[in-house]
Structure formats: structure tokens, C-alpha cells
């Protein structure tokens, strides 16, 4: 198959107008290629994510139109597989335990100085200025500290020398279809977690791994995913695995110019639905063809 691509919600919310832009994206670009969409629900957060949510996303895509091959892959079932991700990327001396608590990365991530135009609001943490020895590791550990594991920027540049410099990724433009190279910016996010004591994998990594599992070659979601595509590409590069194109879709606002949030409990597929709405005036309403 040459055109496989997925719609991957996480099972937080009712989906909205804004989801229904994605998936239907999605679903029409994928018939136009003779490829094939899949659906994944990335329910790594226990604490957010129900069940009840995953029943109603199936519910309202396909009252979208849309289908699927069956099973569903659901991310909560494959900590395993993660864990593997995980343990190469130990083996290749990218990742490093970080015992720092959140407030403490807060803290330090605000006395540090930031290059202009750097990140997005989250919080970046740049690493520590020296490794913490072994033996106050296990120390930390023995003691029950928690600690999560860090992709170490500077250790992934180290490893990959020049190609670390030159990581990019082909993007295709959802309305022209053009492609053009974007070089790959991964230390925007300085040294991003990818494990931690409560949730075993990060949805970066989840992700990367899962697209290629699945063999997606195109992947198509909203341009507030775009920063996460430059970290992507540099866990595709060392864990091996192959690079799909990207495709970064403007994001649907409401009449104020507000992004659609699944706080909009108005604008949700459920409630339109039973305002009495069809598929056909969703399609209409976020300016997709019948
Ligand atoms: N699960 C993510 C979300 O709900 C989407 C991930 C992706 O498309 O890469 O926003």
C-alpha cells in the first residue's frame, strides 16, 4: 500500500467540528490515493481517558462516513512494545534519569535563558549542566525517588554528528498537495521526557513508534502538531525507523476566530447530531465536498 494514513484522537472528550476536520482530511485524502485510513486510539493517560469517550468516537466517525479496518489499535494495550522503544534508546546512550520534580524544572527551565523565538509555552528543559553519577542514582533510586527518562539533546547530537544537523521532513500541503523539505529543529524542545513513573510511555514516543508499526506513509493532523513532527523525526532516526510525510492541516476556528476545543460542548459531532444535522452539512460546515 502506498498511501496508509490514521486518525488517532485520545479518548479525553466528545469529538468536535476541529476533529471532524481531521478525520474526514483524513478519509478523503486517503480514497483520493486508493490508500487506506486506520484509526488509533491513543489512550496512554489513564487519567484522562474513558471508555465511554472511545464508544462515542466510533459512534460519531462513522456517522461521519468513515470506516476502518478492524481491530482498533489501542495504545493502552502495548506498553510493552513501548518499553522496547524505550529500552533502545537506553541502549544507545540517548536517554538519561532525570530526578528533578516538576516544580524544580519549572524553576530552572525560568532562570535559564532562552534563545529568541525558541519553543512554544510549555516548559523547556535544557538538560543538567553535569550528569548525575551512577552512584547517586541508585542512591536516589534506593531511596524511592522518582525520575523520569530524558532524551538528551546534546547526547543525540553527539551520537548522530552531522546528520543531527540536517534532520528534516517532507511536508505536503493539504490544499495543493506541493511537498517541500523542512529541516528538523528537535532542541526546540530541549530535553523532552519519554518515561515517567505514572505514564510508562510519552505520546511522542507512542507515536513514532506506532506509525511505524502500522506502516503509515502519510500522516495528516492539525499544524498545532507541527513542533511535535521536528522532535518525530529525530526518534524515526534513531530508533531506525522509516519517515512518513507530513501533512500539517490549518485548524478550524469558531465565529470569535477561537480554535474548537472539546470545551465547546456545543459545537460537539453529539450535539449536532441531534440538533438534526447530517454528515453532508458537517462536511459543508468546515468547507470539505460532499
Ligand atoms: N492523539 C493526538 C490528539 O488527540 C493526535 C496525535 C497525532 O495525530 O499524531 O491530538
Known amino acids: ?37 486506520l484509526l488509533r486510539m491513543e489512550d496512554i493517560d489513564a487519567t484522562r481517558c474513558r471508555p465511554e469517550y472511545e464508544a462515542a468516537i466510533l459512534e460519531d466517525l462513522a456517522w461521519l462516513g468513515l470506516t476502518w479496518p478492524t481491530p ?11 518499553a522496547s522503544a524505550l529500552e533502545k534508546l537506553r541502549n544507545i546512550g540517548v536517554l538519561y534519569r532525570c530526578f528533578l520534580t516538576r516544580r524544580e524544572i519549572a524553576e530552572e527551565a525560568m532562570s535559564a535563558p532562552h534563545a529568541p523565538g525558541e519553543g512554544g509555552d510549555g516548559i523547556i528543559y ?43 521532513f517532507r511536508e505536503r500541503d493539504e ?15 530541549g530535553d523532552i521526557v519519554l518515561a515517567r513513573k505514572d505514564t510508562p510511555a510519552s505520546y511522542h514516543l507512542c507515536v513514532v513508534h506506532d506509525d511505524a508499526l502500522q506502516g503509515v506513509t502519510h500522516v495528516i493532523r492539525g499544524e498545532d502538531l507541527r513542533d511535535a513532527t521536528h522532535v518525530h523525526v529525530l526518534l524515526q532516526r534513531l530508533l531506525g525507523l522509516p519517515q512518513p510525510i507530513y501533512t500539517h492541516h490549518h485548524l478550524l476556528t469558531d465565529e470569535t ?18 440538533a438534526g444535522l447530517a454528515a453532508v452539512d458537517i462536511r459543508a460546515r468546515i468547507g470539505l465536498p460532499a
Open 257 to 274: 476566530g477561537r480554535r474548537f476545543a472539546k470545551r465547546d460542548r456545543s459545537l460537539t459531532l453529539a450535539a449536532l447530531r441531534d
Open 126 to 168: 535544557r538538560g543538567p549542566s553535569t550528569p548525575m553519577s551512577e552512584d547517586e542514582q541508585e542512591f536516589r533510586m534506593a531511596r524511592g525517588d522518582a525520575f523520569a527518562w530524558r532524551l538528551s539533546m546534546s547526547y543525540s547530537q553527539d551520537l548522530l554528528g552531522e546528520v543531527f544537523a540536517r534532520l528534516e
Open 175 to 189: 490544499a495543493t498537495k506541493a511537498e517541500r523539505s523542512i529541516a528538523a529543529r528537535p532542541e526546540i524542545h
Open 1 to 37: 500500500m502506498t498511501f496508509v494514513t490514521r486518525f488517532a484522537p485520545s479518548p479525553t472528550g466528545r469529538l468536535h467540528l476541529g476533529h471532524a476536520y481531521s478525520a474526514l482530511l483524513a478519509h478523503d485524502m486517503s480514497r483520493r490515493e486508493g490508500g487506506l485510513l
Open 72 to 82: 482498533v489499535r489501542r495504545q493502552s494495550e502495548h506498553f510493552t512494545d513501548y
